[in-house]
């Protein structure tokens, strides 16, 4: 421990990195992956944005940034406890008995917590908002948790309050009996208006951060697809409202499989390759949507305790609401 550090950063670890002349001028997230490689590139790139990263005491916060000749200081956190935490975070709960809680959960809350995303999840609100009947319930990192959203998708999903609602739950994802119907706002329209997509998904051979339709290897994805409205000219739509149905649930998968074809989610900002229209642009912009436009609208299962039928329908987030309302003035 340092004790010339602010008091904040008092049980940070840190790494004194040098760059030879061999790296000078490389990237700096690289180069200093390169000196360092216990710590990955992208551990480097999130504590560079955290301002962790410093040469001379002045922190160096972008790592295309040129590497130069020097000493370069790394500040590493403490890990973060191994147990969400609870948290008074406000959720829009749609049903709830002593086996599950069916919520509408809001874009930009992440499910659960992973590292960069330490608080603030959707499993810190349900810890807190279930009390004792969560905890242990699917494992300690993820308790309840039976499937999910990505961080920038809003709408509804379901969690488990007792094992037995896990187990039920988790058997009727895995079997895809389950229905889930997603509605997103995409740039242009997918052809034909109407179809299914089957593809295999997998991690992208050049990316591995991304999903990607592969030719080999993966896993068999399948979205049932249906354009509900189309803006803008009739024979070249410019934007579209497409209801996308799964019968499997893979990462990424609807964003993956408009973008293939050739119809990505508007905003999203890995799969959205391409320029909107300059006129759907000016929509996104006025609507404040800065997430890919993708909503989790149904859910509906059998309840895996009690037998009963339930249904869940939400509507669009304020942001795709107001994107889909000036879309429909092009």
């Known amino acids: 421990m340092r004790e010339d550090l602010p008091e904040d950063e008092a049980d940070f670890e840190v790494r004194l990195v040098q760059i030879g002349d061999g790296a000078t001028g490389d990237r700096l997230d690289k180069a200093l992956a390169a000196a360092a490689p216990d710590i990955s590139r992208a551990r480097l790139q999130a504590l560079m944005a955290e301002g962790l990263v410093r040469r001379d005491g002045l922190p160096v916060t972008s790592g295309s940034s040129k590497a130069v000749l020097g000493e370069y200081e790394i500040l590493i956190p403490p890990p973060a406890p191994a147990d969400p935490q ?53 494992g300690v990192a993820r308790p ?7 961080k920038e998708t809003s709408g509804v999903m379901v969690a488990a309050k007792s094992d037995a609602a896990h187990q039920g739950l988790s058997k009727l994802f895995a079997s895809h009996d389950i229905d889930r119907v997603y509605v997103a706002l995409t740039r242009g329209a997918p052809y034909p208006k109407k ?6 998904l997998g991690r992208s051979n050049s990316d591995r951060k991304k999903m990607a339709v592969l030719k080999t290897g993966g896993r068999q994805a399948i979205t049932h697809y249906a354009v509900e409205h189309a803006f803008g000219p009739d024979e070249k739509p410019l934007a579209a409202r497409v209801s996308c149905r799964l019968q499997t649930g893979r990462t990424h998968q ?29 929509a996104i912009a006025a609507s404040g949507l800065t997430r890919q ?8 299962f059998v309840h895996p305790v009690t037998g009963e ?8 987030p304020a942001d795709m609401a107001a994107l889909e309302k000036a879309l429909a003035a092009l």
């Open 86 to 138: 609870p948290e008074a975070i406000p959720l829009v709960v749609l049903f709830e008995d002593a086996h599950l809680i069916v919520v509408d959960k809001p874009a930009g809350m992440a499910v659960h917590p992973a590292p960069g995303t330490a608080n603030g999840t959707l499993v810190n609100a349900l810890l807190h908002h279930c009390g004792d009947s969560l905890s242990g319930v699917g």
């Open 144 to 150: 309840g948790i039976v499937h999910r959203l990505d």
């Open 195 to 200: 179809g299914v997509i089957d593809t295999q």
């Open 254 to 282: 609807i964003r993956v499989h408009m973008a293939s074809k050739g119809a990505p989610c508007l905003g999203d900002p890995v799969y959205g390759s391409g320029t909107p229209a300059p006129s759907v642009r000016e």
């Open 293 to 300: 436009a993708l909503h989790a609208a149904v859910l509906g």
């Open 309 to 316: 039928t339930l249904r869940f329908e939400t509507p669009l």
